[in-house]
């Protein structure tokens, strides 16, 4: 192999570590970039943070399996080349995950010449897949128990027909579940199509889904192919599908009894073989019971619920999680990869993130573009903690203003008056002596 100036990166997980040290020294001469790892717990996180190029892992390890590992970065939608390393025994197993998408199993002992043309010949494929495709870090993150069973969740209705309504609130990464769904489903290979319904007037969403004839309408000038008939082969994915209208509510619900419709101002029948999966942050139950969404398309959007829990649920994924942005912030922008602080972290934990993860890596991002730190400090979130606007307990006006009468309603008590406001304790503090709030004739 001619090294090249960025060289693959491969992750080798086996927990043996002479086996690791042999593999590495090898695969070094070949000019790649060596990852090593000896359990399958710490070679999920070190692919979440590394992203490597490729994975090479034994089948049985003493904690977390190979095949664990395997299932827990496609369920993440984790598109890693991997490659088995397996005995006798477990060749079944093995052939089974390269039906599931693994790349390849080669039987112990090794035959090293036989791994280098496989790890080129995945390499290869990968590439060859990349230049076609737009490059994309599009899977979930996070290790926590409340992530595991979305994962399991995911696993479980991916393979099946079944119409999916993922719950949850903005900036959860619904969007993100439907690609798991999507890149773990039958269809996989076919179009992933993403329709923010509130982004849309009534009138131009219909068109936008079923498309429309020329003609149909003033500007109509040509024939329009809608995201119904788009999606044919793939996955639909309708998001805040609560904000339907009646009409469009009937319509949609007439395409999924019937697998069929018309374009708008047409009269040919359209057949579109497609998957369904859906996303709301509001109660649909509750707005069936008020009358703002049809209770038989509730039901036929509801087959297989799954809720995408809050950052505040699983903070324990926030260390994860900023890793993982950082590594990809800065690359994206050629900065350093700054060190992350104890500190910083504590101050993460105790914040409500009402933005959950997307707010979070906008903070990230933040940080990193205004400071280049060598390290998250504490001081840096303090500095730039995300503003908890809009109105407070009836409470309008600028940061400041809010901070004072928070102040005034607790009668001086800072720890309520954080807790009214939504904020860490230590960020109030902060924004007193910022704003220079003088509290003392409280």
């Not at 006798?88 to 036989?114: C, F, M, Q, R």
């Not at 690609?179 to 329709?195: E, L, M, N, Q, Y």
């Not at 809050?310 to 990869?337: H, N, Q, T, W, Y």
């Not at 303090?382 to 503003?387: C, K, N, T, V």
């Amino acid at each position: 192999m001619n090294p090249e100036l960025n060289p693959a990166t491969i992750l080798i997980v086996d927990d043996k570590p002479n086996i690791l040290k042999v593999m590495k020294a090898i695969l070094e001469r070949e000019g790649y970039r060596i990852l090593t790892e000896e359990s399958g717990e710490e070679a999920l996180k070190r692919a979440i943070q590394e992203t490597p190029d490729l994975i090479i892992s034994d089948i049985q390890m003493s904690r977390k399996s190979g095949l664990e590992l395997f299932h827990d970065l496609t369920a993440r939608g984790m598109e890693i080349p991997i490659i088995f390393i397996t005995a006798y025994a477990t060749i079944p197993e093995a052939v089974s995950a390269v039906k599931e998408g693994a790349v390849d199993y080669l039987t112990k002992p090794v035959n090293y010449e036989v791994l280098k043309k496989t790890i080129a010949q995945s390499l290869r494929r990968k590439r060859s897949w990349a230049q076609g495709a737009v490059s994309q870090e599009r899977y979930l993150i996070g290790s926590s128990l409340v992530m595991q069973t979305l994962y399991r969740r995911i696993d479980a209705v991916a393979e099946t027909g079944s119409s999916v309504l993922i719950y949850g609130e903005n900036g959860t990464g619904k969007e993100l579940v439907a690609w798991a769904i999507h890149k773990k489903s039958r269809k996989r290979d076919g179009p992933f199509i993403p329709v923010h319904c509130a982004s849309f007037n009534p009138n131009l969403l219909e068109s936008e889904l079923f498309g429309y004839e020329a003609g149909a309408f003033t500007g109509a000038v040509k024939r329009k192919i809608g995201f119904l008939e788009t999606a044919s082969g793939g996955t639909l994915f309708l998001d805040e599908i609560s904000e339907l209208v009646p009409d469009l509510q009937v319509k949609l619900l007439r395409v999924l009894q019937e697998k069929a419709f018309h374009r708008v101002g047409g009269t040919s029948l359209i057949h579109s073989d497609f998957r369904l999966l859906s996303a709301s942050n509001k109660d649909l139950e509750k707005l069936v019971s008020q009358g703002g969404f049809r209770q038989d398309l509730f039901y036929r959007l509801n087959v297989i619920p799954i809720n995408v829990p809050p950052l505040r649920e699983r903070r324990e994924d926030i260390p994860e999680l900023v890793a993982f942005f950082s590594k990809r912030i800065c690359e994206r922008e050629g900065l350093a990869l700054p060190g992350i602080s104890k500190e910083f972290l504590k101050a993460l934990s105790e914040y409500s993130w009402p933005g959950n993860v997307r707010e979070l890596e906008n903070l990230v991002e933040r940080i990193l573009v205004l400071y280049r730190p060598e390290v998250f400090l504490e001081d840096h979130f303090l500095r730039e903690a995300p503003s908890f606007g809009g109105e407070i307990q009836g409470f309008p006006g600028n940061e400041k203003k809010r901070i004072q009468e928070a102040l005034v309603v607790t009668q001086g008590n800072k720890t309520e008056a954080a807790r009214l406001l939504g904020m860490p304790r230590r960020t109030l503090y902060y924004k007193i002596k910022r704003y220079g709030i003088d509290f003392s004739n409280i």
